[in-house]
């Protein structure tokens, strides 16, 4: 706890950081609400009497005199056999609270041991580092996961006890070999999980399974190991745990840790008229829509910051939070800037960079940026400058967001909504951590959803964090889990309980096929090969990125993104040098590129068509049905364009032969007829335009409603669509089988179709832009849009919920 006077300082700090954003005459106005978040004094309690007595003595060395009271509630619970989730604030000593008891397990039994599960493999280095800090000599720590090399493997397996893994490596390479790791197994007395609020959607899905499987290996080697989860602040955190382990979890959510003041700052950028703003790190994904294995994809070019066809925009997020960086660095400010992908990481830390060797050219060497896709040793070296100051900002994606703990930052920068609340608090908490004042600032993007929320600071600051999504039942995660589970053992009927409802179904399915083998002790799998189960849903093994000429490996870029990040004729950037890609090779998985210094970007351009399989759920109304069901999407890379990266002048079009790719998933869709349109004065020659622009907001505001962001999920409309038979909007996962958003968007269409109306119509624009209508990951130029006519239909549609409660069909007809 600190003194009220050092308290004072800290706020005024934050304030003299703030007050010279606020006084700069180029960014009058930008900001649109402050909102200050006061310190908070800790709570602690005593050591407990089982902690172990060398250990409490290093912790307390360590600066930590005594536990925060939610630490010593986790432990005791942890150390009692009780499943427990630990869901507090950034920067509130969650380790300790599992760490005290599983490291004094560990030095009181010889034959314990420990598992830590972590998203990030920089997440896991970092508790490595510190619980080597410590210096136990009972505790025998070490990482495995993809960087650990052959020769170290061996001595992990038969000696460490507590190893610090991912679950990509528990599923790949522990669970497999759980005989080789049997000794490890039968002592397994704890399994962590750290920032398990990451665990969403169709990876939390994958990751859920993965646990069922750990915990079926466990027992048959007799162990039961007590699961110990921190998450960030999020929604019900007993229930998400619970689903994520498949067992009961107790909650400790109350944070008595101090907290420095924040000053938290909305910013809008300024707006620009009819410009592609050149810097930004934008995309151009599907129509409207995600891409098919795990979000859309680059384009490998500028962000289209602006609007097409002349329409008023704002300056890209990315190209002001740039600004931002610079600024700050030069004042001495420990400044991190979160972006959304890879590209604008570096995009973000090349033009701070350019900046200050105009402004203060002894800082240019300080700025860097961090992102997936690095070598291992790229990583770990720019993580060590990072935490011992040697570099004063850095760009970096959500790979720090959690993960490595860095003291001593003044300011975070959010460039754009992160997509979720959970996230977003996650990264501004990233400043401040050594308890100083500090400041953070999310930057709007140009799009529905930002441009909301920075003129609504109560969807920000007034409402509660979102619950994790995600469904183990999908049985597009549930067969492949089942086959790795056959796989490793037989299958037996007390296990088919272990996986959920949907499991005896999906076994009989998988023997159908041949896949697995019924016998009187169970299911077995039949295939000579192990089954190949991709969790992190990329659409199969990485891409890499090979420079011509050296054969130098620069990097990796997923599977699902690579038709539109690295196709032939892409623009590439690694660590701030720019390549062209000569040739990407889909069979072996690797694109060729060549260093080059071109003054345009490139854009990708992709066709997307959308078939019903099954409506599963349905609302309907007089001239308005509403479903949840399957479809199937055919998304296909078809060309891109040559931008001029100053003016963003299109320069020239180039077709591709890349093969389509289909993806089954589920979507929220809803039809309507054409007396409806009447009704609601929307002409024959508006509809594809009101359509098209009605469905690009609603994907921009589903995040409100479900956890996920734009990037998460994809969207087709259409004047008259084949299987409907009627003008159809449709929003859908993009992740085989769905990820859980649809559903909830239908479980709450009329306040998401409500707020969705609300931020097109209360947007200045004339004619639509980036704000409201226009989507930066649009395949069809955001051509054609009709924004008054979509908020003529949008009141249509919402007229018509409210005046006829209609019919729920559970499940309708097809």
Request: net charge negative; hydrophobic share 40%.
């Amino acid at each position: 706890m600190g003194s009220s006077a050092a308290i004072e300082r800290d706020l005024a700090r934050a304030d003299s950081i703030l007050a010279r954003l606020a006084r700069d005459s180029r960014r009058a106005g930008n900001i649109t609400h402050v909102e200050h978040v006061p310190s908070r004094p800790g709570r602690t309690g005593p050591w407990p009497d089982w902690a172990d007595e060398v250990l409490v003595g290093r912790l307390r060395t360590a600066g930590i005199d005594e536990p925060w009271t939610h630490q010593a509630q986790t432990a005791q619970a942890a150390h009692e056999g009780r499943d427990v989730v630990l869901a507090t604030g950034t920067a509130s000593g969650k380790s300790v609270g599992y760490l005290l008891p599983v490291l004094s397990r560990l030095l009181a039994e010889p034959g314990a041991r420990a598992v830590y599960l972590a998203p990030t493999k920089a997440l896991a280095h970092d508790q490595l580092r510190s619980v080597r800090s410590l210096r136990l000599t009972g505790v025998r720590a070490s990482t495995y996961d993809g960087d650990t090399p052959g020769s170290e493997r061996e001595w992990v397996r038969a000696h460490a006890n507590f190893v610090l893994t991912n679950p990509d490596m528990l599923h790949r390479g522990i669970l497999p070999a759980h005989r080789r790791w049997s000794s490890f197994l039968r002592g397994l007395r704890f399994v962590i999980i750290d920032e398990c609020h990451g665990y969403r959607g169709v990876f939390g899905a994958h990751v859920a399974l993965v646990l069922r499987r750990l915990r079926r290996v466990c027992a048959r080697y007799g162990a039961r190991p007590v699961f110990v989860l921190a998450s960030a602040t999020v929604a019900d955190p007993g229930m998400s745990a619970s689903r994520l382990t498949g067992v009961d979890v107790e909650v400790v959510d109350t944070d008595s840790s101090p907290r420095g003041p924040v000053d938290f700052a909305l910013y809008e950028p300024p707006l620009i008229r009819g410009a592609v703003q050149a810097g930004g790190a934008g995309s151009v994904g599907l129509a409207g829509g995600a891409g098919l294995a795990g979000g859309a994809g680059l384009a490998g070019g500028a962000e289209l910051a602006g609007g097409e066809n002349g329409a008023p925009v704002r300056r890209a997020a990315t190209a002001e939070s740039a600004d931002l960086l610079a600024d700050l660095v030069t004042e001495g400010v420990r400044t991190l800037v979160f972006v959304r992908s890879r590209r604008a990481a570096e995009v973000v830390a090349a033009a701070a960079r350019r900046a200050l060797e105009e402004a203060a050219p002894e800082l240019s060497g300080r700025v860097a940026a961090y992102r997936a896709g690095y070598l291992a040793e790229e990583r770990r070296d720019l993580e060590n400058r990072l935490r011992t100051g040697e570099l004063l900002g850095v760009a970096a994606t959500s790979a720090l967001e959690l993960g490595v703990d860095i003291s001593g930052l003044d300011a975070t920068v959010i460039a754009g909504f992160p997509g979720t609340l959970a996230s977003l608090w996650q990264q501004a908490g990233r400043a401040g951590r050594a308890g100083q004042g500090a400041l953070a600032v999310l930057v709007a993007r140009d799009d529905p959803l930002d441009t909301y929320l920075v003129h609504h600071p109560e969807a920000v600051f007034g409402r509660p964090v979102e619950a994790s999504v995600f469904d183990p039942d999908n049985p597009y995660v549930l067969m492949p889990h089942l086959e790795c589970a056959a796989s490793e053992l037989p299958l037996t009927e007390e296990d088919l309980e272990l996986f959920g409802p949907g499991a005896r179904g999906a076994v009989d399915d998988l023997v159908r096929r041949g896949r697995l083998r019924r016998r009187p002790t169970g299911w077995f799998w039949t295939q000579r090969h192990r089954p190949d189960v991709d969790i992190r849903g990329t659409g199969g093994p990485p891409v890499r990125i090979v420079e011509v000429g050296t054969g130098r490996l620069l990097g990796t870029v997923d599977a699902g993104t690579s038709h539109s990040t690295v196709h032939q004729g892409a623009v590439y950037l690694h660590q701030g040098v720019t390549f062209l890609v000569t040739e990407l090779d889909l069979d072996d998985a690797v694109a060729f590129v060549e260093a080059a210094q071109p003054d345009w970007t490139t854009v990708a351009r992709e066709h997307t068509d959308i078939r019903v399989v099954e409506s599963t759920r349905s609302a309907r109304f007089a001239d308005l049905e509403i479903h949840l069901g399957t479809v199937e999407v055919t998304n296909q890379v078809v060309g891109f364009q040559r931008r001029r990266l100053a003016t963003g002048e299109i320069l020239g079009q180039e077709p591709l032969d890349l093969p389509p790719r289909q993806l089954r998933t589920r979507a929220v869709w809803y039809t309507v007829t054409d007396e409806l349109l009447a009704a609601a004065n929307v002409e024959p020659a508006e509809v594809p335009g009101a359509v098209h622009a009605a469905e690009h907001a609603a994907i921009g505001l589903l995040p409100l409603f479900a956890t996920c962001d734009r990037w998460d999920i994809g969207g087709v409309s259409t004047d008259l669509h084949p299987d409907t038979g009627r003008t159809s909007v449709f929003v859908y996962d993009g992740h085989a089988g769905g990820a859980g958003f649809a559903e909830r968007g239908f479980l709450r269409v009329a306040e998401w179709l409500s707020a969705t109306r609300d931020a097109v119509a209360a947007c200045e624009c004339p004619a639509g832009c980036p704000s409201c209508v226009q989507s930066p990951k649009c395949g069809n130029g955001n051509e054609p849009l009709a924004k008054a006519a979509a908020v003529r239909l949008l009141d249509s549609v919402l007229a018509a919920m409210d005046g006829d409660r209609g019919q729920v069909l559970d499940p309708p007809r097809k």
